[in-house]
């Protein structure tokens, strides 16, 4: 069955650090998520993307954050200077459609990211 | 305006019961989709069911069941013959087929599953 994969599991940094953290959507997938998760709360959307292109964000996705698909596979979220608030759980998401009634999507086993 | 309401934090439930976990939501798009994930202490998210809103029956995977109530606005899951291993956070969520919403998923805020022995 395909899967969403991402990388690393676990990752640690220090304050003011930068992390990349790592997906690999299901390959015939055109939309992608980024989700975070602080732990014990809710899921919160990040952004999404289509087109090579951000086609929407939230609040929480501000200049510190980008995202890219730097080779056709890959999908990656940057936090350019990481704070000690960016510590949570963070997935990726993809689906062949945009949503609707032909509306599964498939989420990553995510990455635990903790800033010290 | 919360999209996704799940009223019920957290849930005893003895094993080998049922239980429901309550989940409404708001839209104003005829097409829009509904999930239902698990998320256990280890973190991930596994999909459970899945209930499209032009879908005449309700979904049933398993054990889990989706009591998909249109009119009502509500989608609850179901399951039953409950077992230790569905110790979990539960979230319900919602995707929808408006132009800006680009088929992200909004999710409740879950309800903590216990299931004793």
């Known amino acids: 069955e395909p899967e969403v994969t991402q990388t690393p599991s676990h990752q640690v940094t220090q304050m003011g650090q930068e992390v990349i953290l790592r997906c690999v959507p299901i390959?015939?997938?055109?939309?992608f998520y980024w989700y975070r998760q602080i732990l014990g709360q809710k899921v919160e959307f990040l952004v999404s993307?289509?087109?090579?292109?951000?086609?929407?964000k939230s609040e929480i996705f501000d200049d510190q954050f980008s995202v890219e698909r730097p080779d056709g596979s890959n999908f990656t979220l940057k936090i350019r200077s990481t704070k000690l608030e960016d510590s949570a759980m963070y997935f990726c998401a993809s689906s062949e459609t945009r949503g609707g009634v032909n509306t599964e999507a498939f989420f990553g086993q995510g990455t635990r990211l903790t800033v010290v | 305006a919360q999209k996704i309401t799940q009223t019920q934090p957290g849930m005893f439930v003895q094993e080998k019961e049922a239980v429901t976990l309550d989940c409404t939501y708001d839209t104003s798009d005829p097409s829009y989709g509904l999930f239902w994930y698990k998320q256990p202490s280890s973190g991930e998210m596994i999909f459970l069911i899945y209930q499209g809103s032009y879908d005449q029956q309700n979904a049933t995977e398993g054990r889990y069941s989706l009591n998909f109530q249109k009119a009502r606005k509500s989608a609850n899951l179901v399951i039953s013959a409950s077992q230790l291993g569905d110790s979990a956070m539960y979230f319900c969520?919602?995707?929808?087929?408006?132009?800006?919403?680009?088929?992200?998923?909004?999710f409740g805020a879950g309800t903590q599953v216990v299931v004793t022995p």
């Open positions: 390959s015939n997938h055109l939309y």
């Open positions: 969520a919602m995707r929808e087929a408006t132009t800006d919403s680009w088929g992200k998923f909004q």
């Open positions: 993307f289509y087109n090579n292109e951000i086609s929407e």
